[in-house]
């Protein structure tokens, strides 16, 4: 095994393998040891996502067994404009889904500072041209004040949102205290996304009753999604918010170049993106909050970014909750401005980043991290992560870095995880005229 292998015999190791074959790269060397290291087990599959039909090997949520069937239903309600009908106006009816705010050519996030569900109008490419539809009034819109967080490989997210507030295990063991109003859900014991997504569809004004879901054509599926529930049981937010955290489950950036350099295909990076990597997981300590095959973990840190009301969201301000972050959670004052550690795949795919949507490229977070200056003059210093400090990385090691985020871990097919159409045959994910113009519906 390499690890076991001196450093002297190593770079002699090196030394041969670089004259007698011309594929040999020192690079992915030093890549593949340094993960060693760092992996618990001592083997890359620490790292590797797996199959989205593997369910075997996909964390799975206490009470929701992944199967087939959960998934294609989920696959169906996430962008289902029909269950819309608790717009606060009827034009807002029937033109918005999960998928609004999730837009899946954006990352699964909203492909602008902040997702608008209700009162939303238009998408433009990726979500970036939508509006406030008129009529509707700023205190009317459903939006939140985060921005919201991708949903790319959240099976490995056991509490949810930035403050993890969601699920009743894991980070929030101790935190019953605080299972008040749509935290109360914790209480039925599911982890983050089982718990979350019940309240999720009340939050994003979506009606769920057996007979919308009878017109929408969506009973057959329940029953053979959910054969062992009573059918008095069967048609409900429960089990649409399992069908719903089933299907996110099976989003996995198992594309990515990394993940396929991980499995084997050594070329599938090239030599920039393994040095970006190798600085990620060493020099850089990026790996010290990223951790794991998803790059994320539910530990909660500041860094000191801006809040979205001062970048200039929708119905925000100094005194919103969200800018607490896991504090405005526990209550707790160590807890305060410090938020959950986000995946960061496919990040290139909607330039708006962290919680309050400060920074607009990869190349402006990495420098950021390099810079090591929280930007937020509302967050104490002694909030601040001991690990956010100058990295003094050059120019040419930010743009590496920079080029393994961009490309390294872009998963360029998420397009397999979208339905061709929904139930109701609407457009999606938004059914508002202009976005129906927008997305070639009409
Ligand atoms: C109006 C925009 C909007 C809509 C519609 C929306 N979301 Fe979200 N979503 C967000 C925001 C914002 C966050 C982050 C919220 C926070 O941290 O407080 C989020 C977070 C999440 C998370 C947590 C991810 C994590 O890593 O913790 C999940 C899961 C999720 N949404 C699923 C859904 C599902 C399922 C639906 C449909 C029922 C939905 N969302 C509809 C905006 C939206
Ligand atoms: C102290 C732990 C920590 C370290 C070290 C760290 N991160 Fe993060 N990272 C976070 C947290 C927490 C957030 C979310 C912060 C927020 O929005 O308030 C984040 C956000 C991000 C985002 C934006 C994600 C999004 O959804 O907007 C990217 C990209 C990122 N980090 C990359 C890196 C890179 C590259 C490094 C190494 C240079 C690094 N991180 C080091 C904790 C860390």
């Known amino acids: 095994m390499i690890r076991k292998i001196s450093t002297v015999s190593m770079l002699a190791l090196l030394v041969l393998a670089c004259t007698h074959d011309p594929l040999f790269d020192p690079l992915d060397y030093q890549l593949e040891s340094r993960l060693q290291e760092l992996?618990?087990?001592?083997?890359?599959?620490?790292?590797?996502?797996?199959?989205?039909?593997?369910?075997?090997?996909?964390?799975?949520?206490?009470?929701?067994?992944?199967?087939?069937?959960?998934?294609?239903?989920?696959?169906?309600l996430f962008y289902e404009t029909g269950?819309?009908?608790?717009?606060?106006y009827d034009a807002g009816k029937g033109t918005y889904s999960c998928s609004t705010c999730h837009v899946p050519s954006a990352g699964f996030m909203p492909g602008r500072i902040q997702g608008i569900a209700d009162g939303g109008v238009g998408f433009g490419l990726n979500g970036e041209s939508r509006g406030m539809m008129n009529g509707y009034n700023e205190s009317d819109l459903d939006v939140q004040g985060a921005r919201a967080l991708s949903l790319l490989n959240v099976a490995y997210v056991t509490n949810t949102t930035w403050s993890g507030q969601f699920g009743a295990r894991y980070a929030n063991e101790g935190t019953e205290y605080a299972w008040t109003d749509i935290r109360e859900v914790n209480h039925m014991g599911l982890d983050g996304l089982e718990a979350q997504n019940i309240e999720g569809t009340i939050i994003h004004r979506m009606r769920v009753s057996p007979g919308?879901?009878?017109?929408?054509?969506?009973?057959?599926?329940?029953?053979?999604?959910?054969?062992?529930?009573?059918?008095?049981?069967?048609?409900?937010?429960?089990?649409?918010?399992?069908?719903?955290?089933?299907?996110?489950?099976?989003?996995?950036?198992?594309?990515?170049p990394f993940q396929l350099w991980l499995k084997g295909d050594r070329e599938a990076m090239d030599d920039q993106q393994k040095a970006g990597a190798a600085l990620f997981f060493?020099?850089?300590?990026?790996?010290?909050?990223?951790?794991?095959?998803?790059?994320?973990?539910?530990?909660?840190?500041?860094?000191?970014?801006?809040?979205?009301?001062?970048?200039?969201?929708?119905?925000?301000?100094?005194?919103?909750?969200?800018?607490?972050?896991?504090?405005?959670?526990?209550?707790k004052t160590e807890d305060m401005r410090k938020f959950k550690v986000p995946?960061?795949?496919?990040?290139?795919?909607?330039?708006?980043?962290?919680?309050?949507?400060?920074?607009?490229?990869?190349?402006?977070?990495?420098?950021?991290?390099?810079?090591?200056?929280?930007?937020?003059?509302?967050?104490?210093?002694?909030?601040?992560?001991?690990?956010?400090?100058?990295?003094?990385?050059?120019?040419?090691?930010?743009?590496?870095?920079?080029?393994?985020?961009?490309?390294?871990?872009?998963?360029?097919?998420?397009?397999?995880?979208?339905?061709?159409?929904?139930?109701?045959?609407?457009?999606?994910p938004n059914n508002d005229p202009l976005s129906r113009a927008h997305l070639g519906c009409d």
Do not use: W
Request: proline letters at 6%; aromatic letters at 12%; hydrophobic letters at 35%.
């Open 343 to 428: 995946g960061i795949y496919n990040m290139a795919d909607s330039p708006f980043y962290f919680h309050g949507g400060s920074k607009h490229s990869l190349h402006d977070v990495v420098e950021y991290f390099n810079k090591g200056i929280p930007e937020n003059p509302d967050v104490p210093g002694s909030q601040i992560s001991s690990f956010f400090h100058p990295l003094n990385l050059s120019e040419q090691e930010v743009q590496g870095l920079t080029e393994f985020l961009k490309k390294g871990l872009h998963d360029p097919n998420l397009q397999r995880y979208v339905p061709t159409s929904v139930l109701s045959g609407n457009c999606f």
């Open 212 to 256: 919308l879901l009878d017109t929408l054509g969506y009973i057959p599926m329940f029953d053979t999604a959910f054969p062992e529930f009573p059918e008095s049981e069967r048609y409900n937010r429960v089990t649409v918010s399992l069908a719903l955290s089933a299907y996110l489950r099976t989003l996995l950036a198992n594309e990515a």
């Open 83 to 88: 269950l819309a009908q608790d717009a606060i």
């Open 282 to 331: 060493g020099k850089a300590g990026c790996y010290r909050c990223h951790k794991g095959a998803s790059l994320n973990s539910v530990e909660f840190h500041a860094l000191g970014v801006l809040d979205l009301y001062q970048t200039g969201g929708f119905n925000t301000s100094p005194e919103d909750i969200r800018n607490y972050g896991r504090g405005g959670f526990t209550g």
């Open 39 to 76: 992996s618990p087990d001592g083997t890359l599959s620490h790292f590797i996502l797996p199959d989205s039909d593997d369910f075997n090997s996909i964390p799975q949520g206490v009470g929701n067994r992944l199967t087939a069937e959960k998934v294609a239903l989920g696959k169906m």
